[in-house]
């Protein structure tokens, strides 16, 4: 069923400005940022003692292990960021520490295969017995995925073949005729559908799809795990949508539960979709997916509105002030919209992943690469948010790290593997899904290589220069114009030419000669964007954005309280590059605007007094960089 495939990040080079620039920040600040912080030599933040778990775990030290029960999974996705850097940044000393750290693993686990410190510490009798609280499957789906990407990356097998190891336990302990069960939080069906891929072994297939096909069934798995054992890792399990085991997958058409649990497996429903051709599950993607996005989703990107459970709640409950917006969620939904490209390139699931990451993901790090957001409000009240019990979670400035951080390794992971998400080939088609700066090697019937120029997001030039390995090569160029873009002009070799958008696609089928030039000019007009009048929480407010970037307004730039702004329908929004500072280089917005003042009783029959004041907007990514204070996205008009 698979239309066309990602491109291996071994045939993608990333340079340019903007994404070169988070690459390079990923490769040189956060990685060893966040190892440090592994290791325990960061005094300032949360401790994590993820790596002396495993010293633990394998004899090497004393003591007892420490963190949350998926405390093992920062170390995989650690290790899978250092694995696609090391593709494009060769680097002895990062991969000596990775082997060391491999190494470490190997001897932490168990003969059978078992890997998991906290149980291998603490309760080695309890293995199994929770798969609902206790994320062992979890972990070790992290832990598969890095050993692919590493081996992929290195060409070492000794990570690969440990991981294999608790694979194989995996698939001889779980599925028909066997024990019964289905993991808690889904992550091992997209790890076994990667390690199947690359070993063509059937079983590792057979159990992802077991773990998808046997959510839902009845009598339910969870209830009767409960049953079975006299303890708790944090509560009784109650809600089965929590997990999305509320009914048979192929059955579910609302996103439920879980954010990040959901949507990793609906990623991995269409990865079997596309294996199997399964039409079915193929179509509760298809619903579930526009579910998510057309009533779920925040302008941002950001998806999952509640802290309890941090969970999808209904559709158009999108409250700015206590969004939750988990990171994670957001990568979670690149990850389903890649898997539904590769079966119909659609620019839907290019608009999404570009939605998301220009303003979520990037929002979810500091600009210099060493503090993180968990949760992506789109609005922040000085006194209320991080402070009182309903906004708790809001904070107003990202901390160090978390004891439960799942976001900043994932985030690292996703940012250095964006070309898998970039460029994507068929049988006789080039397909560039988002602009890229870089370049991309492709094997048609004749071996090609694109260079893009990008000067994305914040002027819309992009060009690609084509070289095919002989003198010419006949296929067809498919390149993403982004919903956002009403107006762009197109130039082949310099001169204008006419290009309809398909689905989402202008498709230019020719012989392409080497030194082919095809530029997009795309106008970068600010947009006034509306929600939905069911979105009761955007009621009489507007939302700015430029190109796929999505702005807010801080205190730092508009005098406290936000609430009191308004942009008249009048008002000229002009674009200015930041000349200096730590926004530099970046576009931010200028207007004309109103502000109110009011009596100062709590309710009076004084109409509040409007003044014309200069208002600011900067990129949604942005904030928080800067002075800590008031933000908002939406703003009244």
Not at 9 to 22: A, E, N, P, Q, R
Not at 240 to 256: C, F, G, L, S, T
Request: hydrophobic share 35%.
């Amino acid at each position: 069923m698979k239309t066309i495939k990602s491109l291996q990040l071994d045939k993608v080079k990333v340079y340019g400005d903007f994404w070169s620039d988070k690459t390079l920040l990923i490769r040189n600040v956060v990685i060893p940022y966040q190892l440090e912080i592994m290791e325990d030599k960061h005094p300032n933040v949360e401790k994590s003692h993820a790596i002396e778990n495993f010293k633990i775990a394998a004899g090497e030290a004393k003591g007892e292990f420490y963190g949350l029960i998926f405390q093992d999974s920062d170390v995989a996705k650690w290790l899978e960021a250092v694995a696609y850097s090391l593709i494009s940044y060769p680097d002895k000393a990062l991969e000596d520490k990775a082997d060391e750290i491999i190494n470490l693993i190997g001897k932490a686990q168990e003969k059978d295969g078992y890997l998991n410190t906290h149980f291998t510490i603490n309760y080695p009798e309890r293995k199994w017995q929770n798969l609902l609280e206790c994320h062992e499957l979890y972990c070790n789906g992290h832990m598969i995925e890095a050993a692919v990407a590493y081996y992929k990356a290195t060409g070492k097998i000794t990570f690969l073949n440990i991981m294999r190891r608790t694979a194989d336990l995996i698939c001889s302990r779980f599925g028909e005729g066997k024990t019964r069960g289905i993991p808690g939080h889904q992550e091992i069906e997209l790890a076994l559908i990667e390690l199947y891929n690359l070993t063509q072994e059937k079983r590792y297939l057979e159990t992802a799809e077991y773990f998808i096909y046997e959510r839902g069934k009845e009598p339910s798995y969870f209830e009767q795990e409960e049953k079975s054992r006299d303890w708790y890792h944090w509560s009784r399990f109650e809600d089965r949508e929590y997990a999305q085991n509320h009914k048979p997958v192929i059955e579910q058409d609302v996103a439920v539960g879980h954010s990040v649990r959901a949507v990793y497996m609906y990623a991995a429903m269409a990865e079997l979709a596309a294996l199997n051709d399964d039409k079915k599950l193929l179509d509760a993607c298809n619903k579930l997916w526009d579910n998510i996005v057309n009533k779920q989703m925040y302008i941002t990107g950001g998806i999952g509105s509640t802290v309890h459970g941090e969970a999808f709640s209904t559709s158009y409950d999108l409250p700015n002030d206590t969004a939750y917006a988990e990171t994670c969620a957001s990568i979670a939904m690149c990850f389903f919209a890649r898997r539904m490209l590769e079966i119909k390139p659609s620019g839907k699931y290019c608009d999404v992943i570009e939605k998301v990451l220009y303003n979520t993901i990037l929002a979810s790090m500091q600009l210099d690469g060493k503090r993180f957001f968990y949760v992506n409000p789109l609005e922040v009240i000085t006194g209320v948010s991080g402070v009182i019990k309903t906004h708790k979670h809001a904070l107003a400035q990202r901390p160090g790290w978390y004891a439960c951080a799942c976001c900043p390794p994932n985030l690292s992971r996703l940012i250095l593997s964006l070309g898998k998400y970039a460029w994507g080939e068929g049988k006789d088609t080039i397909y560039s899904h988002i602009y890229l700066g870089g370049s991309a090697s492709f094997d048609l019937s004749d071996s090609v290589t694109i260079e893009c120029i990008s000067k994305y997001p914040f002027e819309g030039y992009v060009c690609y220069t084509i070289n095919p390995i002989s003198k010419s090569s006949d296929f067809c160029f498919a390149v993403h114009i982004p919903d956002w873009c009403k107006n762009v002009i197109y130039k082949l070799n310099g001169k204008n030419i006419n290009a309809e958008i398909t689905d989402g696609y202008i498709n230019i089928s020719r012989t392409w000669k080497s030194g082919d030039k095809l530029e997009l000019i795309m106008d970068m007009q600010v947009k006034r964007v509306y929600s939905n009048l069911s979105v009761n929480s955007n009621a009489g407010k507007v939302c700015l954005q430029r190109g796929p970037v999505v702005y807010c307004f801080e205190e730092t730039d508009n005098k406290a309280p936000l609430s009191a702004l308004r942009l008249p329908e009048d008002s000229v929004i002009e674009p200015v590059t930041e000349k200096e500072g730590i926004l530099k280089g970046t576009v931010t917005l200028k207007m004309s605007g109103l502000k109110e003042t009011g009596d100062s009783k709590l309710y009076s029959e004084v109409k509040p007094n409007a003044q014309g004041v200069t208002l600011k907007a900067v990129p949604y990514y942005t904030w928080g960089n800067r002075s800590p204070g008031e933000m908002r996205v939406w703003i009244r008009q």
